[in-house]
């Protein structure tokens, strides 16, 4: 017989809320970024930054609220995935430290929202077949 599934709390998803802290950090970062006074203030690349910033929390946020299940959760890993490498990759060129950090954060949140999560577990369980118990 296979696991009766129970329904999933908000709190079963720590990735997606790891996610969601560094994408919030990291906006509030790159705000500082380009409203302070510095070398990388009020340029494109802070304002792509901020932009791609607020992208990854609203995706972390919905996969942290409502984890999504079949493509849509799955395209919106992968889209917070890529958005992760992207907003480091230019947090990197910008030198802009505390908000590359920050991107590490986030990519460990999705690191673990990938292979860890409960959402993940059970979708794996259910068309795995080695996973699922054996009727004996």
Do not use: C
């Not at 809320?17 to 705000?31: D, E, F, N, Q, Y």
């Not at 849509?72 to 060129?93: E, N, P, Q, S, Y």
């Not at 949140?109 to 794996?124: M, Y």
């Amino acid at each position: 017989m296979a696991n009766q599934s129970q329904p999933l709390t908000h709190l079963d998803e720590p990735g997606a809320w790891l996610m969601t802290a560094g994408s919030a950090l990291g906006l509030l970062v790159a705000l500082i970024d380009y409203f302070w006074r510095g070398d990388i203030s009020h340029t494109r690349g802070v304002l792509l930054v901020i932009v791609s910033s607020a992208l990854l929390l609203g995706a972390a946020l919905l996969l942290a609220i409502r984890a999504p299940h079949g493509g849509l959760g799955a395209t919106l890993v992968a889209l917070a995935g890529l958005d992760i490498l992207a907003t480091g990759f230019a947090a990197w060129m910008l030198e802009a430290n505390w908000l590359l950090g920050l991107m590490i954060v986030a990519a460990v949140g999705w690191i673990i929202n990938v292979f860890f999560d409960a959402q993940t577990k059970s979708v794996v369980r259910k068309y795995s077949p080695r996973l699922q118990e054996s009727p004996r």
